[in-house]
């Protein structure tokens, strides 16, 4: 299995820019597809982001799309979410998740996930 930790969030204004990331350790870090979900007090965790394990067509929500961007560097162990322009309704716990089979945007297909890392944007 693989162990996911998140980090990178933090407090800011509206239209600034932050870039998370989610450090795996464990089973080859290669092999699993990648994903990024967020969860804002009181809502259900949604998806964000996702990228197969090839690292080719990410997948975004439509709320996201054209400001973030999902990477992974796989000699690092690493995914990547880039967010720009930030606005305050992106405000949510942020997870980042794996799965050996690709889940895209389906929560409950994703086998491991890390413990979150705040992101607040102010006005």
């Known amino acids: 299995q693989v162990q996911l930790v998140e980090s990178g969030g933090g407090l800011v204004q509206t239209g600034d820019s932050l870039r998370l990331s989610c450090a795996a350790s464990?089973?080859?870090?290669?092999?699993?597809?990648m994903g990024w979900f967020r969860q804002a007090p009181g809502k259900e965790r949604e998806f964000v982001a996702a990228?197969?394990?090839?690292?080719?067509?990410?997948l975004y929500a439509d709320s996201v799309k054209g400001r973030c961007t999902i990477s992974r560097d796989n000699a690092k162990n690493t995914a990547y979410l880039q967010m720009n322009s930030l606005k305050p309704e992106d405000t949510a716990d942020y997870y980042c998740?794996?799965?050996?089979?690709?889940?895209?945007?389906?929560?409950?297909?994703?086998?491991?996930w890390g413990q979150g890392t705040q992101v607040t944007v102010s006005l």
């Open positions: 990228i197969p394990w090839t690292g080719g067509s990410p």
């Open positions: 464990g089973r080859t870090f290669s092999i699993y597809n």
């Open positions: 998740a794996a799965s050996v089979s690709y889940a895209g945007s389906s929560r409950s297909r994703y086998d491991y």
